[in-house]
């Protein structure tokens, strides 16, 4: 089983390069981007869309991050209520269990 996994990885890393290295030579033509009046120099339209996605693979994670973060601090909170309530229905279980005067 392990050995299948490995090779299943060896042949998907395979045509990932293979895809990428099609990619890159299907897109030689030269473009330009302008972005608020900066422009960059010619470049093969392979290298900007290779820039755009190695940003997206980076930001992407980061986002990830601060949102599973603001989800553990929704979950350390509601934990902490549910203590607080567990302990108030305790509180209020014991004074009904006293006998009325």
Known sequence: MRHLKR????LILLLVAAATLVF????????TLVLFG??????????FV???????LLVSPLLG???YGRLRMQLVSRQRQLVACQKEL???????AE???
């Open 90 to 96: 305790a509180r209020l279980a014991g004074q009904s």
């Open 7 to 10: 090779i299943l990885l060896g």
């Open 65 to 67: 991050m601060l949102f």
């Open 38 to 47: 900066w422009t960059t120099p010619q470049l093969p339209m392979a290298v």
């Open 99 to 101: 006998p009325a005067p």
């Open 24 to 31: 890159v030579l299907e897109n030689r033509q030269v473009a």
């Open 50 to 56: 290779s820039a755009a996605l190695l940003v997206g």
